[in-house]
């Protein structure tokens, strides 16, 4: 790899991971606070050897031939990696990579942390505050739904799903349900689990939290038949993937009182608009995809990024590598 790379960071990253970037490539990174739109996209990426991508930026194979022929690995700063078109990559021979379980922890803490705050309605109790009506400590006001001794669904049993799970079976004692391609003995003997299908978890779960990843088959995995099946003092939250449930059936079943609860850290589309009903339902406490949002994570998102991007412009194999579609 010579010093002449050319390199496009769609996003200023934290951490000093981009100083070591600079050293060996020229590398121009998007300024603004938004990330760029779809033609100041086409017209930085010209000419670059490799990106550094967000999942807010669509890498297609329009995008991928605006680079031109020079283009030889995407770094996408994020686990997923449902922005960029694998096939498209793997027909031009690029290396893609991604930035997986550095945000484990954060994004676990963050799932349990909106479980709890769900369940206690901490967001309307916040605002009576702020509105100036608190007028005085009401027996029966705000009550809630505590974790102890309820039971725990897991909708998709990978790393972070498991790690919620330790937190809330550990802390509180939760009889655990989940949902996974196969079963986790390992899981069932630590935290005496039970692999039931989704229907049975959605059923039988006091709290849900969603950890599947998105494609074809987890697309409003969460729908309206799904979300008739809860019972009225159900707590659901979602860290995965805004486009896993189907909203508006989840905005339906508010107005309904089907749910005690619900707290997303990601919706579909983000920003979600203020005009959207979700966002003004009682019992409903919305974050802007903060589930990473740690210095520790985001920092070693930017390191591992930066290895992917400086693998790949050396021609080996990528610190953390996407598999590409034929």
Known sequence: MGN??????TRQLPGPA??????????RVWPGPLPPDRDSLLREVAGCDGLLTLLTDRVDAELMDAAGDGLRVISNYAVGYNNIDLSAAAARGLSVGNTPDVLTDATADLAVTL??????????????????QWKTWDPGGWLGVEPA?????????GRIGEAVAERMVGGWQMNLLY?????????DRRLDGQMVELEELMARSDFI???VALNEQTHHLIDAKALSLVRPDTVLVNTARGEVIDQEALADALQQNRLRGVGLDVTTPEPLPPSHRLVELPGVIIVPHIGSATTRSRYAMTEIAVDNLLAGLRGEPLRCAVPLEG
């Open 149 to 157: 001794g309820k039971t725990l669904g897991i909708v998709g049993m």
């Open 18 to 27: 981009l100083d070591r970037l600079r050293r060996t490539c020229e590398v």
């Open 179 to 187: 949902t996974a391609r196969s079963a986790k003995p390992e899981i």
């Open 209 to 211: 939290s969603v950890h």
């Open 4 to 9: 002449f790379d050319q390199v496009f960071v």
């Open 115 to 132: 479980l709890l705050a769900a369940g206690r309605r901490i967001r309307e109790a916040s605002d009576e505050v702020r509105q100036g």
